[in-house]
């Protein structure tokens, strides 16, 4: 297929710095749990994406200074020879893949408590008020610069430029994007209260900036395009900083005349250090979200610009593009849910994109330091180690035996899609509901998460276009129908549910809700999915500590319930601290008047009447329902009853029967996929019921390459 001409601006060619792009699609830095010590798992996120079709592709933040370690966050380093050469590595499969190489630099200021090293010298631009540049109190503070710390600092900025040119970069942004690194502080009046010639007016506030780039660019020659990431706006209070911060309609647009003439291209984004605002998720904001910080900035600069704000659809693209908003289509979780987004654009495969759903999983992989994860996206983080590329798949040996998936939730629709791409015969997915998707039909009806229907419209679309893959509505199967089917592989992805009791993870101890109030004890399932009446007085009790409990306080406080969300935990709906969606979970719940309670028992007082117990208080509710937000349990019944007939199978020319997904454990959508998606990828190995070993990227003692290649017995004793 060719372009169409609705999408050809996305693909004209533009010129940054001393380079062309080949198309408008930028793959902006982000960071992926990997850093630059495990190179070739780098290499393999950011060589798919080129690969892809994006025309720049970006590594991640890099530190450039042993002062601002960000340990125990695994990012990139710029620091030595070493970081050169393990660059060099990535750069070149960037670009072998057809993409321009882009890294960022950033002097954070910020020092984490576990920096590697010891005796660091972390700096900040001055202090007293806005000495905010600590990631935790504890640490300590920062030291305030001086005249010698400022050329240090410009000198530390040169250094990790011309490294970044031996390694071969094209472009090299300089991060002043979410109020965290040096420049950005020089530029805020907030956290620059000084009254030298680095502070007060805007002239002043971009002398650093402007001497430091001057200095790369006598140092570092032509050859590479330089830009900077800048935080547009530092938005209004509490959540900004108001009239101390830099504003797009107040300084910015000075800010952008100022440097204009000693960069090559801009990046903008909103400048405050909460980066869930610029990464927000789809809870809060539709694509372009950042817009209203952003437009119109384009007047104040001769050079190209790039947006970003969770854009997935290309006519959106299209739109923004020829708005004269931006002339680059930034993305990070566009590129991670589908790293072949511009190939598949320009092949007019549209429908094929597999669409972000903006849940931030990713996000919160590298908040807590974990390699990169994708619900979309199995592969995601998986290219070096597993091997795994999106779009390509080999042919299964054992394809000529017919499956049988059970359950067409996240799991099932997973595997059944990856298996009819490695070109089984015979795929029949059964689903005793009327519609694929399983527990995504309802949980997309919690507030602020109907983006995550596309994990079911992205898949249905995928099954459709799959001769080999047959999808078959309404039924249900017992052990001995699924033995006697005909299938020679069985696959169980029957999912999991919510218990109206269990034990409570905090102290092991049964919940004991259920057993005093029975039926006015509710499930999430009776709640979303079956609209069971709810009395006017609730009581959510949370004890899975993501977006469920305060989902469901939600949906219902807006129902006009009188709600209170205790939980056990320290915080509500701890695991969205990572998704970076707390502040504004909190803030909706406030504003709804739901009584949130942290650290907090739930236990039985009276006939309709709970007592609400924390370390220091007591309280008693009444109320007309409890929504027990509790454990989950997997529905492995049905694998259950095929193993018992294990004996049966030969009979019936069964020769594997596996399970998938929740009916395993229970975990986030993204396992769930990850499950289907590894054992349709692994189905022809010797046992697929185990993982194959991947490649653990290490220092290994006399090692050879050999040693780094799937399968190798360096790799091979996990299990
Ligand atoms: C997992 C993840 C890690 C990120 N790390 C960085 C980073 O290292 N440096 C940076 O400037 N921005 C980082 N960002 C922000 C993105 O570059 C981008 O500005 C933001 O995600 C909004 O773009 P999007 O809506 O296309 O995701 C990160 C984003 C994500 C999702
Ligand atoms: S994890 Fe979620 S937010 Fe992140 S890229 Fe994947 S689908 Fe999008």
């Not at 506030?205 to 050859?223: I, S, Y």
């Not at 935080?231 to 000075?254: A, F, H, N, Q, Y």
């Not at 009276?606 to 370390?615: F, H, N, Q, R, T």
């Not at 019921?689 to 799937?710: C, G, N, S, V």
Request: hydrophobic residues 35%; aromatic residues 8%.
């Amino acid at each position: 297929m060719t372009l169409s001409d609705r999408y050809s601006i996305l693909f004209e060619p533009i010129k940054v710095g001393p380079h062309t792009a080949k198309n408008r699609f930028w793959s902006t830095p982000h960071a992926i749990g990997y850093g630059i010590d495990n190179v070739a798992s780098q290499a393999g996120v950011r060589s798919t994406r080129a690969a892809g079709g994006w025309g720049v592709v970006f590594t991640e933040a890099n530190t450039i200074s042993p002062d601002m370690d960000k340990t125990p966050f695994k990012m990139s380093r710029m620091w030595d020879e070493g970081d050169v050469r393990n660059q060099r590595f990535v750069v070149d499969e960037i670009r072998r893949n057809g993409a321009l190489a882009g890294i960022e630099l950033e002097y954070n200021v910020s020092v984490n408590p576990m920096a590697e090293g010891r005796g660091l010298q972390p700096k900040m631009v001055s202090g007293g008020i806005g000495d905010s540049g600590l990631s935790v109190a504890y640490a300590g503070t920062l030291l305030e610069l001086d005249r010698e710390g400022i050329e240090e600092i410009k000198q530390i900025y040169v250094s990790a430029a011309l490294r970044a040119r031996d390694a071969g970069f094209d472009l090299v942004t300089f991060h002043a994007g979410h109020a965290a690194s040096i420049i950005a502080h020089f530029l805020i009046p907030y956290y620059n209260t000084r009254t030298d010639e680095y502070g007060g007016s805007v002239e002043n506030r971009t002398r650093f900036a402007r001497e430091m780039l001057q200095a790369v660019r006598d140092a570092v020659g032509p050859g590479i395009a330089f830009g900077l990431r800048l935080g547009v706006d530092t938005l209004d209070e509490p959540i900004g900083l108001g009239d101390r911060g830099l504003r797009s309609d107040g300084d910015t647009p000075e800010v952008i005349k100022q440097l204009d003439d000693l960069v090559d291209y801009w990046d903008f984004v909103p400048g405050v250090v909460d980066w869930g605002i610029d990464a927000q998720s789809s809870r809060t904001v539709a694509e372009n979200h950042e817009k209203k910080w952003v437009d119109g900035l384009k007047a104040f600069t001769t050079k190209p610009v790039v947006n970003v704000g969770r854009f997935n659809s290309p006519d959106t693209m299209v739109e923004v593009l020829k708005s004269g908003q931006c002339d680059f289509i930034g993305a990070a979780r566009a590129g991670i849910a589908d790293p072949y987004l511009p190939e598949k654009v320009r092949t007019n495969n549209i429908g094929d994109i597999r669409e972000c759903i903006g849940c931030n999983i990713c996000v919160s992989r590298d908040m807590i330091s974990m390699p990169l994860q994708c619900t979309q996206n199995a592969t995601a983080g998986e290219e070096f180690r597993r091997g795994w590329n999106p779009e390509n798949f080999t042919p299964a040996k054992n394809r000529d035996e017919p499956v049988l998936i059970i359950g067409a939730g996240p799991a099932g629709m997973e595997c059944a899609m990856i298996l009819g791409k490695r070109g089984f015969e015979n795929v029949h997915l059964v689903e005793k509901d009327s519609k694929i998707g399983g527990s995504i039909n309802w949980v997309s009806n919690i507030p602020g998460r109907h983006e995550w229907r596309r994990l079911v419209e992205y898949r249905e679309l995928q099954l459709s276009q799959l001769d080999n893959v047959e999808v078959i509505l309404n039924t249900e199967f017992t052990a001995e129908e699924a033995l006697e089917y005909g299938a020679g592989i069985i696959i169980a992805a029957t999912g999991s549910h919510y218990m109206r009791n269990g034990i409570d993870p905090y102290n092991r101890l049964p919940i004991g809700l259920d057993p005093v109030y029975g039926e006015r004890v509710l499930t999430p399932e009776q709640v979303v999915r079956d609209g069971v009446e709810v009395g006017k007085r609730v009581v959510v009790v949370d004890y899975d500590g993501y977006f469920m409990g305060p989902g469901i306080a939600e949906m219902l406080a807006k129902r006009g319930c009188e709600v209170v969300l205790a939980t056990r935990g320290e915080h509500i709906g701890e695991y969205q601290r990572y998704t970076l969606e707390i502040s504004h979970t909190l803030r909706d719940l406030r504003d709804l008047g739901v009584k949130l309670r942290t650290e907090t028992s739930v236990i039985p007082a009276g006939d309709s009447k709970v007592a609400l117990v924390s370390p220091d208080w007591q309280e008693e509710f009444e109320f007309d329902n409890i929504v027990l937000v509790g454990p989950r349990t997997s529905d492995n019944g049905l694998f259950k009853g095929l193993l018992d007939r294990r004996n049966e199978w030969a009979e019936n020319d069964v020769s594997m029967v596996h399970r998938i997904g929740d009916s395993v454990r229970p975990h986030f959508i993204a396992e769930a996929i990850f499950s289907g998606h590894r054992l349709a990828r692994e189905i022809d190995s010797e046992n697929p019921a185990k993982p194959l070993p991947f490649i653990r990227e290490r220092r290994i003692i006399d090692a050879t390459p050999e040693d780094y290649q799937l399968g190798a017995k360096a790799l091979s004793s996990i299990y």
